[in-house]
């Protein structure tokens, strides 16, 4: 206490056991003995001294000194506080709260030692200013000022820039050049310094009174609470660690899984780094770009449209350096591509395995300077063995190959097959044989063969611009799009533009694709088509003349703002049509000649009058015949049909 009240409190004791005597001798007539009168004022003295002296101590205190007094209530609930805080980082959340209320103060930085340096784990600032993640290296003479005072209040003159060893080139009215911080708290445990705390400003009692004893009380009790919860903190997570570790390590050695072990990692890692986003990305075997294969908490909207290349952003300067990179605040970061709007700070590591790099682990959070050096070595660990499982994967890739590559094609040929019509439909006055030869497992070639109603029929065919995988793949795509538009029921000019616009403006294809989609209404003896650069689609009437179905553009994903037309043709009894892909009129026979379309015609016209199903085998005959090999080296599709009705406008002019 201060002097005064030391006097004032000491006084007030004196007059009221001066006053207990006299009432002692007055009422219990102890003048005859002395030594009684004596024995009972002692005992008196002793039982009342304590709890009189606190009494009178606090009934001064609250007269001449009061933000005094309620500071020091303030001093000892925080200590009952701290004693409750069980984990580090509450710890951490409460102590900067705690003395800006108590001090206050409009700044609060608390430093924490860690591995030689001190870092601000946690602070309080108006914007702009910001000090999350600032570091004081072990030689500055701040940290010599701390170690050899033996005050628990020092009075200092600090900027932000004075503390960073390596001090960036700021304006002049930047904040980080104004000395914002006055007063300093040590924190000290066993005559070392495991912290310390700076403060802005301080009130004007607790300048002139430095070492309270209550004050320097809980300043130790804070450092002592601190290094207690760090200690078991660092405990438990290196626990954590070990315990992570063990279960990636049985599970990488049980399952062959990338994505679930990637996933295991990830959630692995979140238990003991805490973040709000995270990905794993891998580098492309192009050596330029960058696939996103594995992402949690990013914004799909921002993510996605991103391009991401080797050297290029936070993730692609990981991978082409092979150096882990820590962001404390994002939003100063020039090269950061933002996959989400939350994101404050970001920590990349690569993933390597011997010579080669595979990718990087990246994590983003919501707090500025979230990650510490101990976060940066456990994801280090952990991309290790991330590196170790691609190596794994590549070499079983690699044994694998052949056989992986079978059992994938003979399942996408299921799967394409799937896809296709697999029944042809029936009806009285119409009749269909279909031919699809696809020269590989799986095909760029498609078709529909379908009832719309009872007497109305689709009947398309098709062909993607390229062979093999990347051909079916894109065949795929394409006819989901078609029979989700088919669906709608719009117009065949307006289904065709439909088409095109997807496959040019809405995906990232960049492939063209033929197309021919017709509907033939049996009772009105019509067909109704939309040629987008097809090979032309033939009619065969009865009087030996052919016509061809060629209205409608240019091939599909070559122009998006074209607008198809439609084409239609009356129908008369036992016209026959085919339809057919490019492979067809594209056979190179012995000679070097095509087969080309003049020799389509006169092998269909020789065939006329047979049933449908006996001309599409004979002439299957005749291009396996004309092209002299086991197998095509296009994709050979066709499809035949013959309409044996009666137009609806013959039947009323017949009645």
């Excluded at 999350?132 to 940290?143: A, K, P, Q, Y």
């Excluded at 209550?214 to 290196?238: C, G, P, S, T, W």
Aim: net charge negative; with cysteine.
């Amino acid at each position: 206490m201060l002097r005064r009240e030391e006097l004032l409190v000491s006084l007030a004791l004196i007059l009221i056991i001066s006053v207990l005597g006299y009432l002692v001798n007055q009422f219990l007539g102890f003048g005859a003995h002395p030594i009684l009168a004596n024995v009972v004022f002692a005992a008196i003295v002793i039982n009342l001294y304590r709890p009189l002296r606190s009494w009178g101590r606090k009934a001064v205190l609250r007269m001449i000194a009061p933000s005094y007094y309620q500071r020091n209530e303030h001093f000892r609930t925080i200590l009952d506080e701290l004693e409750l805080i069980e984990t580090y980082r509450s710890m951490l959340e409460k102590i900067p709260g705690t003395l800006k209320f108590l001090f206050e103060s409009d700044i609060v930085a608390l430093f924490v030692r860690r591995k030689g340096v001190f870092k601000v784990e946690s602070s309080i600032a108006p914007q702009p200013i910001f000090l999350d993640g600032l570091t004081v290296d072990s030689e500055h003479e701040i940290l010599k000022k701390l170690k050899e005072s033996n005050h628990h209040l020092i009075n200092v003159k600090y900027s932000v820039n004075d503390l960073n060893g390596e001090p960036p080139d700021v304006a002049t009215m930047d904040y980080r050049s104004f000395k914002i911080f006055q007063w300093a708290i040590p924190l000290k445990t066993n005559n070392k310094l495991a912290g310390f705390v700076l403060l802005d400003k301080m009130p004007m009692d607790m300048q002139a009174r430095r070492s309270g004893t209550l004050y320097n009380f809980v300043v130790d009790q804070m450092a002592v609470l601190l290094e207690k919860r760090k200690l078991y903190h660092r405990i438990q997570l290196e626990a954590r660690k070990q315990e992570a570790l063990s279960l990636i390590a049985s599970k990488m050695a049980a399952t062959r899984n990338t994505t679930r072990i990637f996933n295991l990692l990830l959630d692995e890692i979140n238990t003991i780094v805490p973040f709000d986003a995270c990905g794993v990305f891998l580098a492309t075997s192009d050596g330029d770009n960058i696939e996103k294969f594995l992402q949690r908490g990013y914004d799909i909207r921002r993510l996605n449209p991103l391009k991401l290349k080797i050297g290029r952003g936070i993730v692609g300067r990981c991978i082409a350096s092979r150096k882990a990179i820590f962001i404390p605040d994002v939003r100063r970061e020039k090269d950061y591509l933002s996959g989400r709007s939350e994101s404050r700070s970001e920590l990349c590591v690569p993933i390597a395995g011997g010579s080669i790099i595979y990718g990087a682990m990246n994590l983003e959070s919501n707090r500025v300077a979230a990650f510490s050096d101990d976060d940066l070595d456990f994801l280090q660990t952990i991309a290790t063995q991330a590196g170790v499982l691609m190596e794994r994967y590549q070499v079983d890739k690699h044994v694998n190959m052949q056989s992986e590559f079978s059992q994938d094609m003979a399942k996408a040929e299921s799967i394409q097959r799937s896809l296709l019509p697999n029944e042809l439909p029936e009806h009285d006055e119409i009749e269909f044989d279909i031919r699809y030869l696809p020269c590989r497992q799986i095909s760029g070639d498609f078709y529909d063969l379908s009832s719309k109603t009872e007497d109305v029929f689709a009947l398309g065919i098709g062909d993607v611009v390229g062979k093999g995988i990347s051909g079916a793949l894109i065949m795929s795509n394409f006819y989901a799009a078609y029979l989700n538009e088919a669906h709608k029921g719009n117009p065949l000019a307006s289904l065709m533009s439909n088409l095109n616009r997807y496959l040019t403006s809405e995906t990232d294809l960049d492939e063209q694709i033929t197309f021919f989609l017709g509907k033939i209404d049996v009772d009105k003896g019509v067909i109704r088509y939309v040629n987008a650069g097809h090979p032309t689609p033939l009619i065969f009437h009865g009087d030996g003349s052919v016509e061809k179905m060629e209205i409608g553009g240019p091939l599909l994903g070559f122009d998006p703002d074209f607008s198809y037309e439609m084409g239609e043709i009356p129908l008369q009894k036992d016209d026959l049509f085919l339809l057919y892909t490019d492979g067809v009129t594209e056979i190179v026979g012995k000679a070097g000649q095509l087969f080309d379309e003049s020799g389509l015609i006169s092998a269909i016209q020789s065939l006329r009058e047979k049933p449908v199903r006996e001309i599409s085998r004979l002439f299957l005959e005749k291009l396996e015949s004309f092209n002299g090999k086991s197998s095509f080296d296009d994709d050979v599709t066709f499809i035949i049909g013959r309409y044996t009705g009666v137009p609806i406008d013959e039947f009323n002019e017949l009645v």
